[in-house]
C-alpha cells in the first residue's frame, strides 16, 4: 500500500511537471500568434520581451536581443538614472559670496520660475532674497549644447523640444493662457511668460499657423485663429542664451543687479550651493506627460553631482561604460536624456530588466503613481481601457516611425509582469499598432 501511495505520487509529481512544460509551450504559441505572426506588424520591426516581475524570469521574447530606437522610453532610463544619481534632491546652484557681489554657476536645475513649478522653486526664492550684485558665470568649454546629440533641429516650432542649458528660466519657454470671460473672480485676457516675450506679441492674420516664431528669435507672431480656447494653455521653446537669461534674471529680481561672467568654476568644495528638493511633481510630469525638457535637465543635474558641472559627454560615457555594466544590462547606447534622439538603440529585453530594476529600487507603489495608467492619465489615458480594471502602467514613446511601450502589467490573477513592445520603420496608423498591443497586453491579463 505504502508503494502503490509513493508510486501515485511520483505519477502526480510527473504530471504536473508535464502540464508546466505544456503550459509554458501553449505560453509561447499563444504569444507567437499575436506578436510574430502579426499582419499588422509585418513590414515594420517588432520587438517584445515579457517577464515576471518578482523573480525577473524571462517569459517570453521576440526579437528582444535586438536594438531599437527606444523614443521616449529612454526617460525609465533617465529615471534610473536619478535616482541612483540625485535621490531626492539635487543642488539648484553653487555660488560665493563676497562684499554685495554674488559669483553664481549653472547645475542644470530646471523649475527656476517655471510656470508649472512655482511652488515648487526653490533656487526662486533664494534669488528673490538676494540683494547687491549677482553676476552668473559661464566658464569657457562648459557651454551646454541647446540640442541633444540626433535631434531633429527643425522642431523648434512645436510644443515637445525645449532648448537646454545650465540655468533655465521659466522652463525655456513661451506660456500662455487666455481666459477670454472672468470667472470666480479671475481676471479675463491673455497672460504669460517670460512677460517680456508674452507682451511682444505681434499678430498677423494671413498667417496659418497658431503660434510661430523664426529659429533663432523669440519674437513670436500669431495667426487668426490664435485665440481660439482648445489654443490654451499653451507652450513653445523659445531662443536660449546667456545673454537672455540674466536678462530674464534682472527683470524677475530687481532687488539686485544681474551680469553675465565668464569666471572658472572653483573647485566644489569651495563654493556653497542651493540644495533643493526633487519633488516626485516633477518626476510625474517627466513620465506620465513625457516631457522632455525636464528629462534632458535631469541628465545635466545628475553629470553636475557626479562632475561639479554638466558635462553629459562624460557622464553618458560613464553610465554606459560603468553604471549599465555593473547592472549587467548589456551594451546600450544612450544618446540624450528624452528620447528625441535616433541615436539612443536599446534591446526590449533590456527594459524589461530595468523595470525589475526600478520596481526594487522605488518601490512598487511609488513606481505605479509615476507611471502613466491605462484608461486612467497620461500618454495612456485613452490606451489600454480594454479590461474592467487599470491594469497597465507603462511608459510611451514616439518619433516618426516608431511606436513603444515598456512599463508593469497586473494580471487578473495578481500576478505581477513586466514588458516591452519596441516598433520602429512603423508605416501604418499608431492607432492600429496600440490595437495589437491592447490584444496582446489583455491576453496576458486574461491568461497569466
Known amino acids: 500500500m505504502r508503494l502503490l501511495l509513493s508510486l501515485s505520487f ?10 508546466q512544460v505544456i503550459s509554458h509551450r501553449s505560453l509561447g504559441n499563444s504569444l507567437d500568434n499575436l506578436v510574430r505572426w502579426n499582419t499588422v506588424y509585418s513590414e515594420g520591426h517588432t520587438g517584445f520581451s515579457l517577464s515576471d516581475l518578482d ?24 529615471f534610473f538614472v536619478a535616482q541612483q544619481m540625485l535621490g531626492e534632491e539635487a543642488p539648484a546652484v553653487f555660488y560665493r559670496a563676497h562684499g554685495d557681489t554674488t559669483d553664481i554657476w549653472g547645475t542644470g536645475y530646471p523649475l527656476l520660475l517655471h510656470p508649472s513649478f512655482y511652488a515648487h522653486d526653490t533656487l526662486g526664492g533664494w534669488l528673490a532674497d538676494r540683494r547687491g550684485h549677482l553676476v552668473y558665470h559661464i566658464p569657457a568649454g562648459e557651454e ?29 519657454r513661451l506660456y500662455l493662457d487666455f481666459r477670454p470671460e472672468a470667472v470666480d473672480g479671475e481676471v479675463s485676457g491673455l497672460f504669460g511668460s517670460p512677460p517680456t516675450v508674452a507682451a511682444a506679441l505681434i499678430q498677423n492674420a494671413r498667417q496659418p499657423r497658431a503660434i510661430s516664431r523664426r529659429e533663432g528669435s523669440n519674437q513670436f507672431t500669431v495667426g487668426r485663429n490664435f485665440y481660439h480656447p482648445g489654443n490654451f494653455p499653451l507652450e513653445r521653446s523659445l531662443s536660449v542664451s546667456p545673454e537672455f537669461t540674466v536678462e530674464q534674471l534682472d527683470a524677475a529680481f530687481p532687488d539686485v543687479a544681474v551680469s553675465l561672467g565668464d569666471a572658472p568654476r572653483p573647485p566644489r568644495a569651495t563654493l556653497q550651493q542651493v540644495t533643493t528638493p526633487l519633488p516626485d511633481t516633477l518626476l510625474r510630469k517627466m513620465l506620465q506627460v513625457s516631457d522632455n525638457f525636464l528629462a534632458e535637465q535631469l541628465i545635466l543635474l545628475a553629470a553636475t553631482e557626479r562632475y561639479g558641472w554638466p558635462d553629459e559627454e562624460t557622464f553618458f560615457s560613464y553610465l554606459t561604460d560603468t553604471l549599465f555594466v555593473d547592472m549587467q544590462l548589456g551594451e546600450i547606447r544612450y544618446a540624450d536624456g528624452s528620447g528625441l534622439s535616433r541615436y539612443n538603440l536599446v534591446k526590449p529585453r533590456q527594459f524589461t530588466q ?46 516618426s516611425g516608431v511606436i513603444c511601450v515598456s512599463g508593469l502589467l497586473r494580471s487578473r490573477s495578481g500576478r505581477w509582469l513586466s514588458f516591452s513592445f519596441l516598433h520602429n520603420n512603423v508605416m501604418v496608423s499608431p492607432s492600429a499598432y496600440y490595437h495589437e498591443m491592447e490584444n496582446t497586453l489583455g491576453w496576458v491579463y486574461d491568461n497569466l
Do not use: I, Q
Not at 10 to 19: E, Q, R, T, V
Not at 161 to 170: D, G, I
Open 354 to 399: 530595468l523595470l525589475t530594476a526600478l520596481d526594487r529600487a522605488v518601490g512598487r507603489d511609488r513606481l505605479l503613481d509615476l507611471l502613466p495608467t491605462g484608461g486612467v492619465n497620461g500618454t495612456l489615458e485613452k490606451r489600454f481601457d480594454n479590461r474592467p480594471e487599470p491594469y497597465v502602467w507603462a511608459k510611451t514613446g514616439s518619433l
Open 144 to 172: 551646454v549644447p541647446r540640442y541633444g546629440a540626433g535631434w531633429s533641429w527643425d522642431d523648434y516650432n512645436y510644443g515637445y523640444v525645449y532648448e537646454r542649458s545650465a540655468l533655465p528660466v521659466y522652463g525655456n
Open 55 to 78: 523573480s525577473g524570469e524571462a517569459l517570453y521574447g521576440y526579437n528582444a536581443e535586438r536594438y531599437f530606437v527606444p523614443a521616449s522610453n529612454v526617460k525609465l532610463l533617465t
Open 10 to 19: 511520483l505519477a502526480f509529481l510527473g504530471f504536473s511537471s508535464s502540464a
